[in-house]
């Protein structure tokens, strides 16, 4: 560890005490040999159902209906017995997730929408350190815990004593923001002008937020002297499409791909070697399942099952959160032996169904332009409420129109077989939803 970033964690821990422990703890976890890894999770996983047997009402009620108790799970393999979390479950019991001792002043609350649209609400410990992951993220980018940042993101940053607290401990961190709810040309001009006044190292933002800033740059022919380590993308899966004109757009820039969900903001990331994301194991366990909820093999597509193996307060255990993905069974040349997530193609809602009860894949949906990264500047599918399929495309050269369509065309017309209307619609410009681009759209 260097001067600056051991300054940095000094400082933090002002606010949260334990930051150079448990950073260096993560560096040194990331680099155990693979057995030694699976141990450290599984201990951590055997104490976390242990505490909300004991100390959260709605485990222990649930353990209880099934007659199972936490020593039942002695082994990994018996870990499929813990019933699997929905969100409705958090939803209809939500005072019954917070463990005993916690009380309120102990909680930070965090809302989504998801693609369902209905809304959930979780608690997390706001005394625990939740930036560890990021701060591995930075090391594995090359780049110091408070560099400068270019942050297009929703919301707007704190104010008042919390902000200058904040500014205190990052300094002499310089950020920079843009709310990816509320962009318009103006406001991307204005973020431009102060990206190159502080030439942030990380740019963090919204996907589709960040992909209409790319748009701007390219439109305008706007160019850089410099580029930041990584363009850190979130909230969506990101296509072949994207990430080869934003990376374009910011001078040829890395794209790093995090994956993460409200509920659980730091799951996986890639590195520098791209190879996948690296699951954090040593504080999330990831299992991927079929449709009868049994674990599948490596490279094979299932629902995403999550448990935090670090939140106490409001433990979450098994929880589907609606994703889908696969584990790789290779592992990365980088050297470090946390495990490696397939790119999450998509939701589970995101799949399309055909009158006989095929199903199109998010998965390959969002794969179908990968080869045409030069003509395409965007895309979406959209099933409407009769099952009939849209496919918008947005080219950067109208001219080449005919090709794109004759290519896209005959791949999803074996597919979809003459079931449903299908069609093609050449757009100049597809709309964000509050900076998050969806790609496959349901109309129910």
Known sequence: ?????????????????????????????????????????????????????????WYHETFKKLDLHPNDISKPEYYAQVPILKRQDIICNFEKFIAKGTGSKDLNYITTGGSSGEPLKIGVNKHRIREVQKWQMFNWWDTPLNANIASVYRGLPLGGLKALALGGINWPQKVIRLDATQITPDKIKNFITKYKRIRPKIIHGYVGAVD????????????????PNAIWLTAAPVTKVQESKISKAFNNASICDQYGCSEIYFIASECTHKKGLHIFADSVKLEIVDNSNKIVDYNQQGKIILTNLDEYSFPLIRYENGDEGRLLKERCTCGMSLPLLGKVKGRISDNLILPDGTILSGEYLTTIFDDYTDIVRQFQIVQKKDLSITVKICLYDINKSHRINKEIYKQLETRIDKQVP???????????????????????
């Open 1 to 57: 560890m260097n001067f600056n970033d051991y300054f940095y964690l000094q400082r933090y821990s002002i606010a949260k005490k334990g930051a150079i422990l448990a950073y260096n703890s993560a560096i040194k976890h990331q680099h155990l040999d693979e057995s030694e890894l699976k141990e450290l999770s599984w201990q951590k996983t055997k104490k976390l159902l242990m505490h909300a047997y004991e100390n959260v009402e």
């Open 212 to 227: 209409a800033i790319a748009d701007y740059i390219l439109e305008y022919n706007i160019t850089f002297d410099f580029k």
């Open 422 to 444: 299908f069609k093609i619609e050449i757009v100049t410009k597809i709309e964000s939803n509050k900076g998050k681009l969806r790609y496959i759209i349901k109309e129910n």
